[in-house]
Structures are given as C-alpha cells and as structure tokens.
C-alpha cells in the first residue's frame, strides 16, 4: 500500500473517531465526513474512477482502527479486481455489448410499463368480487373446473382409546347441530391428537396418508358416512361431510379463490386494454406518431 492511499485511509478513519458512538457513525460515516474532499480519488482504472465518498459511505463492521483501515483496503481491492475484469470482459465481447445493451433497455422500458400499470390498476380498478359474480361465472364455466385430484371435506380427529368421554365425542361428531358441533370443536382442539374440523376441502390423498394401514378407507368416499377404527392406545373417527372424485366438477367452494382472482384478472385486462386504447386514439387525433408504408419505394 502506498504512503499516499494509506495517509488517506488514516485520514478517513480520523474522521470516524470523532464521534463517541463509533460503532453507530460508521453506519453513516457519510454524515460526517464533510471535511474530507468530495472528489478525492481513491483508486482508478481505466476511464473509471473511486472516490472517496463511496469509501466514506461504507458501513464499516470494526471498531478498531487497523481493521478498519484492513476492511477498507479489501474494498479498495475488490474494487479495482471488478473493474479489471469488466474492462477484460468488454474487450474479449465486443459482439455481446449491443446485445446487452438492448436488453437492460428492454428491461428498462418493462419495468417502467409495469410500474405504470400497477399504479393505474391499484387506483382505477375495483379488486371486490360480488356472490352474484363468482356465481354467474362457475355457473358459465363449470366444465373449466375438473378437480386434478380427489378431495374430501370431513370430521377427524385422533384420540386416546381410553377416553371417557368417547361415546359422547362419537355422538357429537355424528351430529350436525350447533351445539354438538362446538362440543366436537372444542373436544378436537383439547383432547386430539390431530384433527380436522370438516370446513375445509382436503386433498385425499394426503388425507388418507394420515390414517393407520389397516383401517378400511372405502366408506370414506361416501357421504355423511361415520368411520371409527380402534388402533392399539389409539382411536380414529371420520365423517365425511362431503367428496369430490377425480375428473369431477369441483364445488364452487373448493374454487372460489381462484374465480375471484380470474374475474379481477379480466377486469384489470379490459382496464388495460381501454387505456392503452385511448392513449393511441388521442395520439392519432393530435398527430403524434406516424407510420411509415414499407411498401411505399
């Protein structure tokens, strides 16, 4: 390191210490580097220049100084190593430097659009979905909707065999009232091992992976059916509340997420599609564009 870079990084850290919190002002060492000067070169490569604020704006992870002054010449490196080889990687791909430059364009101008886009449908476009409309459109597109997989919503839960309470418990997962069904609840979320409160689709399958080899999962498929099956210190009762198979229509329940998000998907297309529509029909009647006939010699 030369007399004259490591006078600068003595210098720098000098100014560090100034402050009695230390380890706090060297995560905005920028804030009170202002005697320092602001066009200072710290290294160069090339055309390309380090300056000293960069180095002042760093968020120097040491509170001695030698490690300090070790963390900065590291930087300084890796640095100018960057540089080198960048300025290495111009040279060895010409033909690729107007291609990238295309691209960070494209990009440039898709991330630009995008944001615009999300603007004007954040404020212009009503995300709310009415019943009446995720019913008009299931209704329309039911044949859409085949269930991928076979699914179940049922009763479940895992109990010690020996529980007192078990007739009761097997009396109110039979049940569909009110009451039995709170009594179920709350027999579920104190007592059981696993559950599953029978408001929600579940994928079969891994479903049925929960359940011991042994028990007889047939009656499982039907509805409103009650399955029991004693397991060692273990208990298992189901009732199947409802069943979609493979290949089926899917119960509007089981896919009104996915229409919501289908009929704000449109309404935000349509949005699109008009304002990009009026901005091309106010263009046309002030003349701001204009489209050259190529076939015109």
């Given at each position: 390191?030369t ?6 990084k ?9 402050s ?11 804030c ?13 490569v ?25 963390f ?6 890796n ?5 080198l ?7 060895f791909?010409p ?6 430059d295309?691209?960070?364009?494209d990009?440039?101008?898709?991330l630009?659009?995008f944001?615009y ?43 010690e065999?020996?529980?007192?309470t078990?007739?009761?418990?097997k ?8 009451i ?28 049925k992976?929960?359940?011991?080899k ?5 009656n499982?498929?039907?509805?409103n ?5 004693d ?27 996915d ?12 949005y ?10 106010d ?15």
């Amino acid at each position: 390191m030369t007399t004259k870079v490591f006078q600068l990084k003595f210098n720098i850290i000098k100014i560090l210490l100034k402050s009695a919190w230390l380890y706090c002002l060297f995560s905005i060492v920028a804030c009170n580097s202002t005697d320092a000067p602001k066009k200072t070169i710290v290294a160069k490569v090339g055309a390309v220049n380090l300056y000293l604020p960069e180095i002042e704006a760093l968020q120097i992870p040491y509170k001695d100084k030698n490690d300090s002054l070790d963390f900065i010449d590291k930087y300084i490196e890796n640095w100018v190593k960057s540089q080198l080889f960048l300025n290495k990687a111009d040279q060895f791909l010409p033909n690729k430097l107007k291609e990238i430059d295309r691209q960070i364009e494209d990009y440039r101008k898709s991330l630009l659009t995008f944001n615009y886009e999300q603007e004007l449908l954040t404020k212009n476009v009503n995300s709310k979905v009415s019943e009446d409309e995720i019913m008009s459109y299931y209704n329309t597109y039911k044949n859409n909707f085949k269930l991928a997989e076979s699914i179940i919503k049922i009763k479940y839960l895992v109990l010690e065999s020996d529980i007192i309470t078990l007739d009761s418990i097997k009396s109110w997962i039979k049940a569909d009232d009110i009451i039995a069904q709170e009594q179920f609840e709350n027999t579920a979320i104190s007592f059981a091992s696993n559950f599953s409160l029978g408001n929600e689709w579940l994928s079969y399958e891994g479903f049925k992976d929960k359940l011991p080899k042994g028990m007889k999962k047939g009656n499982l498929y039907k509805k409103n059916k009650f399955v029991e099956y004693d397991n060692d210190d273990l208990m298992y009762l189901c009732k199947t509340m409802d069943f979609g198979k493979k290949g089926d229509v899917a119960p509007l329940e089981y896919k009104r997420q996915d229409i919501e998000k289908i009929i704000v998907n449109k309404r935000k297309i349509a949005y699109l599609k008009r304002i990009k529509d009026k901005i091309y029909n106010d263009a046309i009647s002030k003349n701001d564009f204009e489209i050259y006939d190529l076939n015109k010699k």
